[in-house]
C-alpha cells in the first residue's frame, strides 16, 4: 500500500453536489464545472473538457456555496485524472475557508465526532 492509498483512507469522502471554479496559479485560464465528492483532504470534480491537467499540477479551486455566498478556496494539486474527473489533493487552506469546509462536512457526515478524528488525523499527517 502507497502512502498516499494510506492517506485516503483516513478521510470520509461525502457525495457533494455543488459548482466549483478552477484557475492556474497565474489566473491565466479558468474552468468552471460541478464537484462530485468532497474531503478534508481534497476534492473529486467533473473534469472540464479542454483542460490539461497531470498529476502534480497545481491550480486553485473555489467551491461555490450558494447558501449566504460562502466561498471556500484551497490551493491544490492534480491526485489523479481520468477521462471524466479529476481527483485534487488540497496543499493550502486559510483559515475562513477550513472553518466553512469543517462546517460543511458536519453536516453532511451526521456525525461529530468523526470529522473531529478526521482533523485529528490530518493534524498527525501533516507533521
Given at each position: 500500500m502507497t502512502h498516499q492509498d494510506s492517506q485516503r483512507r483516513h478521510f470520509t469522502r461525502i457525495p457533494f453536489d455543488a459548482e466549483y471554479k478552477l484557475h492556474t496559479a497565474d489566473s491565466s485560464k479558468h474552468w468552471q464545472g460541478i464537484i462530485l465528492d468532497l474531503s478534508l483532504h481534497g476534492v473529486l470534480v467533473q473534469r472540464p473538457e479542454d483542460i490539461q491537467a497531470s498529476r502534480g499540477d497545481e491550480f486553485i479551486l473555489d467551491?461555490?456555496?450558494?447558501?449566504?455566498?460562502?466561498?471556500?478556496?484551497?490551493?491544490?494539486?492534480?491526485?489523479?485524472?481520468?477521462?471524466?474527473?479529476?481527483?485534487?489533493?488540497?496543499?493550502?487552506?486559510?483559515?475562513?475557508?477550513?472553518?466553512?469546509?469543517?462546517?460543511?462536512?458536519?453536516?453532511?457526515?451526521?456525525?461529530?465526532?468523526?470529522?473531529?478524528?478526521?482533523?485529528?488525523?490530518m493534524i498527525h499527517l501533516k507533521e
Open positions: 467551491l461555490i456555496l450558494n447558501a449566504n455566498d460562502v466561498n471556500i478556496q484551497m490551493e491544490v494539486h492534480v491526485a489523479h485524472s481520468h477521462d471524466t474527473f479529476i481527483g485534487f489533493e488540497c496543499k493550502h487552506i486559510d483559515l475562513d475557508s477550513m472553518t466553512h469546509l469543517r462546517r460543511v462536512l458536519e453536516l453532511n457526515l451526521g456525525d461529530p465526532m468523526l470529522l473531529e478524528r478526521e482533523l485529528n488525523e
